[in-house]
């Protein structure tokens, strides 16, 4: 029975050799189906069919054999080498080469070991410990060679998997079969002789696939090697060096040899174990290798195709679930640089720039006025990318450290600004925060940012024509809409009147006659106030102001609110400022009453009424839900967005145009799940009066000369 299983293998190794060499004569003429790889292959089909000789002649256990299948391992890995390198892109693969590289080395030590194991016969320890070097290095170069090809597949375009396909499937099935070879090997501490024996069948099947594959390779092979295959790969590698560093070190306690060996080893194993559960995973350690392999093996830190199509899926995502626009800009630039958090920063009415939208970054404390005027200029006129590190070395082109303002400068976690301009005109600002794995900011980042902000310039100045577009149209059909009621209105005002007139002449009863008059002359006077509200949107102020009582006139507020609301006037300081004591009353009711909207029923709302030096500061502070900035950008003070059905959403808005006609300005601070805080800003009444005769003011300016942020 033995001699008819000995022939047999015998018989199928010889017909390995007889399928390799024939297949070899029929490719060689067709070589140039497989572009760079025809040479390569050849090789490694010739010195297979030799391989399969040795074995028919001396048996598998032959140094001849073991030699020749090392041989065969490291022509196979140069024909894999030259399928990725077929398209002629060297540059691309070079971390396919040096993964090839490696692994050849790796089967390179196998010709040393061979005779290493020839020699200690005479010593088992040795051979046995040399023997599991041995099936270690083997497994480390099939699974390496598995990922390989599957990355070679992948890779390549749809037209050349038609023609990697076969050879492709080829050199998966040799190293496949040979994984769970070594692997039994490892576990039984011996070569399995039968599936040994076996592997000339697995050599007829690659003959097979190969043929199939040069049969139909007439497409073209354009490969695309990626840098997720570098990573992939490099990946293996560490995990290859770590896998073989803990066999090393375990079958080195082992060969030692003490009384404890075994608790010393599982103690190693727990611990290398745990080393890697807690260190593999890390992000910052993924950041670190991509970061390496971007500098050292690409010819380019960016891989612009995959970058380009992050970018558009972020920005074009849609739903209900999606966040806003501005935040999506944020986390566009973001990712670039792998940054984990970002602000975004828009012009303000008078130049300044205010936090628009937060993205991953709710921490960072940012001022009303988050860039003054004259360095939003600065980065409009230069289109300045700045690396703030470099600016707190000291390292400076263009003195643009004087422009960073002094919160971006303290924060530690701030670390770049990219302007985002379109058509020569600075539409925001991002700000990025640090990344896991910090480097200094070169000319690629800065060209790569500079079109994007250009890209995304564009879209946001796209989204503000719309909302403008949008709030026109709203505009005029709110005034269409309320010249109507202003009809309405002043024809029931005549009717009053008229009724008021003949009444004081026909009534008979003077008791129901000082009533009626009462009751109809006091609806006058309310629809007049009315009209004369919705006249004043335009007029700009017509009726000339005159001095308030600032501390009485917010006490009255308080007191309207009586019984309805817990209401406090917490701190007070004598101001007298010039003002149209009614507006000034109403924008304190409107913003009183939103503070109440957004409190708990017990929840106190407090104002304070202070000097502010040549101003009078009113605010209003709630502990309320709150306000992200991207609703007090787009929403707070834009009318016709109401939270409360059937409102127009005017409240604030009228609010803050009855403070600018007063030539005041009013700024809001909130900040979700806090609360908020509405400031008044209104010249006093001696200096104002004396601008106002000399013509020098303007609305929405006070008298330090800062403008209004809101």
Known sequence: MDGVWTTLVVALHVASATALCGLGLWLYPRRARLGQAGDALLSALAITGIWAVAVALGGIASIGAQVFFSLSYLAWFWALYRLFANDGRHESVRPIRTVVMVLALVEALQLGLILLVSRMASVPELAQTVFQASITFRLLCAVGALVLVHNLYVGASPAGRLTLRWPAAALAVMWLYDLNYYTVAYLFGALPQTLAEMRGLVTLVMVLLLALGTASGANELRLRPSRSVAFQSFSLLVIGAYLVGMVVVVQGLAYVGSDFAHVIQLAFLAAASIAALLILPSRRLRGWIRVMLAKHLFQHRYDYRAEWLRFTETIARGGEQVMPLHERVVQAVADITDSPAGLLLTPGEEGAFTLDSRWQWPEIDVPAEALSAEAARFFEEHRFILDLDDVRQGRQSHGEGRYVPEWLAESRRA???????????????????????????????????????????????????????????????????????????????SQLSLLARNAEKHADKPEFRADMLVTLRNSTDKLNALLARLGRYGANGNERPEQVDAVAAVEKVVRRYSGQHPVHLVERQNCTVLADVEAFEQALVHLVQNAIEASEPDAPVLLSVLLD?????????????????????SRLFKPFHSSKPGGFGIGAFEARELIRSMNGRLDVESREGIGTRFIIRLPLATLADGALDNEEFRPGTDLTGRTEVA
């Not at 005109?425 to 480097?439: D, E, N, T």
């Not at 009113?618 to 950008?633: C, K, P």
Request: with cysteine; net charge negative.
């Open 613 to 633: 030096g040549l101003n009078c500061r009113i605010e209003v502070l709630d502990s309320g839900t709150g306000m992200s900035a991207e609703f007090i950008r």
């Open 415 to 493: 670390w770049a600004i990219v302007p985002l301009i379109h058509y020569q005109r600075l539409i925001a600002i991002v700000v990025l925060a640090r990344p896991p794995v910090l480097r200094r900011l070169d000319w690629e980042d800065f060209d790569l940012l500079r079109v994007v902000g250009q890209q995304l310039a564009s879209y946001l100045a796209e989204q503000a024509g719309q909302e403008a577009l949008g709030e026109a149209h709203r505009f005029d059909e709110f005034n269409r809409r309320i010249a109507f009621v202003m009809h309405d209105i002043k024809n029931l005002a």
